[in-house]
Structure formats: C-alpha cells, structure tokens
C-alpha cells in the first residue's frame, strides 16, 4: 500500500534557528515529491517539489528539501525560522506516469517561538 | 491570475438539508478534486474528475455526489447533511495524468451544521 508518514504531529523551533520537518513515503517506482503549507482557514499552499537531479531542491519562502532515495526521505528544511513559518506542512506524493491519486501526510504543525 | 474559487467560503446548512458547495479554476487543468478536512488532520480524498470521468473513493459515502459540467466548474453535493459532515471542503487541480506539476487548491468552504 501507499503511504506517506509525518512521524512528528508538531515541531516548535525558536526564533532564527533552522528547523526540519520530517517526510518518508513508501510509494512504487520513483514518485514525485512535493511540500505543501497551510495557514488557519486556508486552502494548501505549493512550497516545493522533487522530480529528479539534485537531491537538495529550493522553492518559496527560503525553504528547501533534501531528497534522499535510500531511505525514501523528503525532509523540509529553513536555515533560519520566522514566525510567519508558524503553520500546518503537509507532504504528498505523487507516482509517475499513470493515476492522479496525490498521497498525503498526516501534517506536522510548525510553532516558531519569537 | 489563474486560480482555483471555491464558494461560498462558509456554509452553514441544517441537519439533513441539502447544500451544494462550488468551485471553478482558470488554470484548465483536467483534473479536478474535492477532499474533506477536518481539525488540522491530513485532507481526505472523496472524489475526483479527469475530465468527465469520475473517480470515486472507496469510502466515500453515497452522500456525497459530484457534478462537473465543464472544464471549469466543479460542485460538491451532500445530499443530507449529517453532524459528521462538518468539516472543511478543499477543491483542488492539477494537470494530466501522472504529471509533476503540484495539485493547486481553492482557499476552502467551512461548512457547519446545525
């Protein structure tokens, strides 16, 4: 079965420090791998996605996330937290080629702390 | 700007009542999604259009229908609302199949019942 697990429900990170917001998937073939945000009330926002090259990939807000295939990880990252990245992250993949089902994570709510 | 409108952005309906949530895009994509979400959790798929061919999940309860006239529009139906039914409805699209392009969501319609 498909599967996408956020193994932290919630990630609090003060202020200027860097965070991490933890992805690992279990999806056939070489999926691609996408971030998205969501603020209170708000639909999902696009933040990032991997479809192949560099493992490390750049995308809004000063975010990034490093693909890493032998552990099938797609973690989020930020050098330096604001407290408007205070949110709700989801993961999601999406396999190749044939269906359009999106797979998502359960979501990790990000607290910066000023 | 090309976007994906849901409305209205709160419903509240009564028990049992019939409600019809919309949403249109001008970003001409084919497929189209309705997921439900409740309190922070992971949005869960009911359905989704490519093109005129309709997808339903296995769980989605016969509740809920779905109507996409064109390309553009898309409407959510529960046909008897129940208190269950409360939650947030996010629509979303995204291009043809198995593409690497992200899914884009409307800001959702938070439907209450009474």
């Known amino acids: 079965a498909q599967s996408v697990a956020q193994p932290e429900d919630q990630v609090n990170v003060a202020e200027g420090n860097p965070l991490t917001v933890k992805c690992t998937y279990s999806?056939?073939?070489?999926?691609?791998l996408f971030w998205y945000v969501q603020y209170p009330n708000r639909g999902l926002q696009f933040l990032l996605k991997?479809?192949?090259?560099?493992?490390l990939v750049k995308g809004s807000y000063g975010f990034e996330a490093e693909f890493n295939k032998s552990q099938t990880s797609f973690h989020l990252k930020k050098p330096s937290a604001l407290v408007s990245d205070s949110a709700l992250y989801f993961c999601?993949?999406?396999?190749?080629?044939?269906?359009?089902?999106?797979?998502f994570g359960t979501g990790t709510s990000l607290t910066v702390i000023p | 700007d090309a976007m994906v409108i849901q409305n209205p952005r709160y419903q509240v309906t009564q028990f049992g009542k019939p409600v019809t949530l919309s949403c249109s895009q001008t970003?001409?994509?084919?497929?189209m999604y309705w997921y439900q979400q409740k309190s922070s959790q992971a949005p869960k798929l009911l359905f989704h259009?490519?093109?005129?061919?309709?997808?339903n999940e296995a769980d989605t309860p016969d509740n809920f229908q779905s109507r996409r006239p064109n390309t553009s529009f898309c409407f959510l139906d529960i046909r008897s609302p129940g208190l269950g039914d409360a939650a947030m409805y996010l629509c979303?699209?995204?291009?043809?199949?198995?593409?690497?392009?992200?899914?884009?969501f409307g800001d959702g319609t938070r439907l209450s019942i009474l």
């Open positions: 970003l001409n994509h084919n497929v």
């Open positions: 999806v056939s073939g070489n999926p691609y």
């Open positions: 979303a699209t995204s291009s043809a199949t198995g593409s690497h392009q992200p899914q884009h």
């Open positions: 999601a993949v999406r396999p190749r080629g044939t269906g359009n089902q999106f797979y």
């Open positions: 259009y490519y093109d005129k061919d309709f997808n």
């Open positions: 991997y479809i192949t090259g560099d493992n």
